[in-house]
């Protein structure tokens, strides 16, 4: 079964600053999406950025990034000019390509920005 | 378009009430998922479906829930008799194929 896991429960960055937000998985398959959503108070789970494992290029959603490392099943999110309304959780989460279409979900990091 | 729609979108009741939560898709999607976020346990799958078919029920806890997807506009999340241990946030998603799931705003579920 695959396991997702993001070893920050809590982050702190400066408005404006960057930060990255940790997240690796196990598999044993070679084709899957990853994603990050984020959850703000409002409990609404937002779609933030999403890779698929065939594709080496990084995926880029405007101020968000991720380095998707697949030998080492590593995907962090970057988030550059960091913004009070990032402040969230934010979930990484793992799909099969094939088969179960259901997302494994991590345990979460808790955003925070100071202003 | 519209997105998933839930209701209710708070639900507060008594131990050994039947509860149901109501999940409309987005038109199109052919599949629909019912996931539990508890501080404990983080976001679960507990059942999802493809064409209104269960396709994996491996996730729900036991007998006392059941989820049913008469059509492909309507589904529903029915726990009987319900537990205080059930409190949760529930929340419906659906999705078309390979495309990211898009998610309800859940329905917080309050056990007492």
């Known amino acids: 079964a695959q396991t997702v896991t993001q070893s920050q429960p809590e982050m702190s960055v400066q408005e404006a600053e960057t930060v990255t937000l940790s997240c690796t998985y196990d598999?044993?398959?070679?084709?899957?999406?990853l994603f990050w959503y984020k959850q703000p108070p409002s409990r609404q789970m937002i779609l933030v950025i999403r890779?698929?494992?065939?594709?080496?290029q990084n995926a880029t959603e405007n101020r968000f990034s991720v380095n998707f490392q697949k030998a080492a099943k590593s995907f962090s999110l970057k988030i550059s000019d960091s913004q009070l309304g990032d402040a969230a959780m934010y979930f990484c989460a793992y799909r099969s390509a094939e088969g179960a279409q259901k997302l494994v979900f991590g345990q979460g990091t808790r955003l925070t920005i100071n202003p | 378009d519209a997105g998933v729609i839930q209701s209710p979108r708070h639900e507060v009741t008594e131990m050994g009430q039947e509860v149901t939560l109501r999940c409309k898709p987005i038109s199109g999607h052919d599949y629909l998922f019912w996931y539990r976020q508890t501080m404990m346990r983080g976001l679960e799958l507990l059942i999802y479906f493809n064409n209104n078919v269960p396709i994996d029920d491996s996730g729900m806890p036991e007998d006392r829930f059941s989820a049913k997807m008469p059509n492909a506009s309507f589904s529903t999340l029915k726990i009987q008799p319900s537990e205080p241990r059930d409190s949760a946030v529930y929340f419906c998603?659906?999705?078309?194929?390979?495309?990211?799931?898009?998610f309800g705003d859940g329905t917080r579920l309050s056990i007492l």
């Open positions: 598999t044993s398959e070679s084709d899957y999406y």
């Open positions: 998603a659906s999705g078309r194929n390979i495309q990211p799931q898009h």
């Open positions: 890779q698929e494992a065939y594709k080496q």
